[in-house]
């Protein structure tokens, strides 16, 4: 009794719950490990899990044993979850637990779809995209965020496309933002059509992720030219809902860091204290992406800006706040194992200078401090090895950046 969400969907409880799940779909739990984490403290707990699972495969007398890895997810404290059809729901008196298979997410009624080879076929003739709904076509999954969105490469041997799935009552409105973006000319991928339950169908952008030049020491836009493509975002952006930027978050993310690391709780806290008493007051009245960052924007084999991805928090807000998260996310790649940290601390350095000359320096610190904050979830959210280390060292950057003053 007494179990906390995070506990029950993390530790040694989660073995049964996945064990339940799988038996009922007639197979056998073989091995778990966590694979992403989105705690909300006080509100919601959603993991998905890597799972070997074995299956048999054939008829009575003749079936063979065969193991499988599968993505597996649970939530709690998500009202609906529970009672959506091929959603497992177990409840042990005090909690209520949500339990799927990939892709039958009950937050995503249309990942379901979107990873069916022959229902992308079919669907893709229907919106009118013949030349990728020509078969075969094969299906790679790109990104997935339990419960709130997915991205699906289909492809064949002459075309592709990507679907991306977020839950229904998202659909239209991120149709309405690619639209608004490729209808003033900016790079961004040009909607090919939707459906009801929250599938859009968007075309591939030329180039390559900017992330691989950041990783590789290749070539990278200048600050001028991140800033030239943000002054393309159309004034109809401040039209759109607003919604609250990652630095503006940074108590709520404070507390995410709080509940999974309780020695870092306080320092979490006072961090998130510092940066929303240096941003207060400024109101959000510019045309903002949302959340750039390195893997959001294209690049051409010359450093140029070929194309902008991700436009799902396009709104109005603070310019700073799109170039701090440019910053923050650099300097955290700076962080990772593997990665060339001088040389990625120093061009974040880089951005931030040549920033400085187009916001108010004060303001881009701060906010890329309460980026950096954000990012600090990042090493429990995906359960890195040594998390707790890790989240600290992120911590530690974020006062660093709060500390420094503009050169």
């Given amino acids: 009794m007494g179990t906390s969400n995070l506990e029950l969907l993390t530790g040694d409880d989660a073995t049964e719950l996945l064990a339940t799940a799988v038996s009922t779909a007639g197979g056998e739990l ?18 998905a899990y890597r799972a070997r699972v074995r299956w048999v495969v054939g008829g009575a007398g003749a079936a063979e044993p065969q193991v499988r890895t599968e993505t597996l997810g649970a939530s709690l404290g998500r009202p609906g979850d529970q009672h959506v059809p091929g959603v497992l729901t177990l409840d042990d008196g005090e909690h209520e637990v949500a339990v799927w298979r990939f892709p ?25 995209v013949p030349e990728v709904a020509r078969g075969p076509v094969t299906l790679r999954v790109r990104a997935y965020r339990p419960t709130r969105r997915a991205v699906i ?25 690619h639209a608004l973006l490729a209808g003033a000319g900016l790079p961004v ?11 859009l ?17 290749g070539l990278v836009p200048a600050a001028g030219d991140v800033v030239d493509l943000l002054e393309q975002l159309p004034d109809g952006v401040t039209d759109l809902p607003h919604r609250s930027s990652w630095s503006e978050n940074a108590a709520h993310y404070a507390s995410v860091i ?5 020695a870092e709780a306080g320092r979490a806290a006072q961090l998130a204290a510092v940066v929303a008493g240096r941003i207060a007051g400024q109101a959000p009245k510019e045309p903002t992406h949302g959340d750039l960052y390195e893997s959001q924007i294209m690049l051409g084999g010359d450093g140029r800006i070929t194309g902008l991805l991700d436009v799902d928090s396009a709104g109005p807000g603070r310019r700073a706040d799109d170039l ?11 962080l990772l194992r593997g990665w060339d940290t001088e040389r990625l601390h120093s061009l974040a350095l880089e951005y931030a200078q040549g920033f400085a000359g187009v916001v108010d320096p004060d303001e881009l610190f701060a906010r890329t401090a309460g980026v950096l904050l954000s990012l600090a979830t990042g090493p429990h959210r995906v359960q890195e090895a040594d998390w707790p280390r890790q989240t600290s060292r992120r911590l530690d950057t974020v006062e660093r950046w709060l500390n420094a003053r503009p050169a």
């Fill in 104 to 128: 039958g997410d009950p937050g995503l009624p249309a990942l379901a779809t979107a990873y069916d080879a022959e229902a992308v076929g079919t669907l893709l003739g229907d919106l009118g």
């Fill in 324 to 334: 701090a998260c440019l910053v923050a996310h650099i300097e955290t790649l700076s």
């Fill in 258 to 262: 709080g509940a999974a690391l309780p």
């Fill in 189 to 199: 991928p040009k909607p090919l059509g939707r459906n009801a339950d929250g599938l």
């Fill in 201 to 217: 169908v968007i075309a591939p952008l030329p180039g390559e992720s900017m992330r691989h030049a950041v990783r590789d020491g």
């Fill in 30 to 47: 073989v091995d778990w490990a966590v694979r992403q984490v989105d705690h909300r403290p006080g509100r919601s707990t959603t993991v």
């Fill in 153 to 177: 490469e289909a492809s064949t041997p002459g075309a592709r496309v990507f679907l991306k799935v977020v839950r229904p009552e998202k659909g239209d409105e991120l149709y309405a933002r």
